[in-house]
Nanobody, 123 residues
Framework: QVQLVESGGGLVQAGGSLRLSCGAS????????MGWFRQAPGKGREFVAA????????YYADSVKGRFTISRNNAKNAVFLQMNSLKPEDTAVYYC????????????????WGQGTQVTVSS
């Protein structure tokens, strides 16, 4: 069974930083694009960032550009989200996702999803 497991969430003050990790197990994710989404209370799921297998193509939501950085370590089947200059509006449950197709990841139709990790930014 394929599993994506997020970690690294927590409580941080506005202006602070967090680094989320997503590890994959159960199969190889060779060739898979991976991404991050978030869902705030009472809101729909929102795209945050996505990256191709090689890292040659990366997309960010406008709301996080210049503050968040997505990266991956294919040898460890892992993807990361470095979040800097955090704002209270970044508070949400963050999910990682994986799919062979980057555009599928971007629109939130990935085949594989993690269970989420909570990020809370206090003002």
């Amino acid at each position: 069974q394929v599993q994506l497991v997020e970690s690294g969430g927590g409580l941080v003050q506005a202006g602070g930083s967090l680094r989320l990790s997503c590890g994959a197990s159960g199969r190889t994710f060779s060739g898979f694009a991976m991404g991050w989404f978030r869902q705030a209370p009472g809101k729909g799921r929102e795209f945050v960032a996505a990256i191709t297998w090689t890292g040659s193509t990366i997309y960010y939501a406008d709301s996080v550009k210049g503050r968040f950085t997505i990266s991956r370590n294919n040898a460890k089947n892992a993807v990361f989200l470095q979040m800097n200059s955090l704002k209270p509006e970044d508070t949400a449950v963050y999910y990682c996702a994986a799919d062979l197709r980057l555009n599928v990841v971007r629109v939130g139709d990935s085949d594989y999803w993690g269970q989420g990790t909570q990020v809370t930014v206090s003002s």
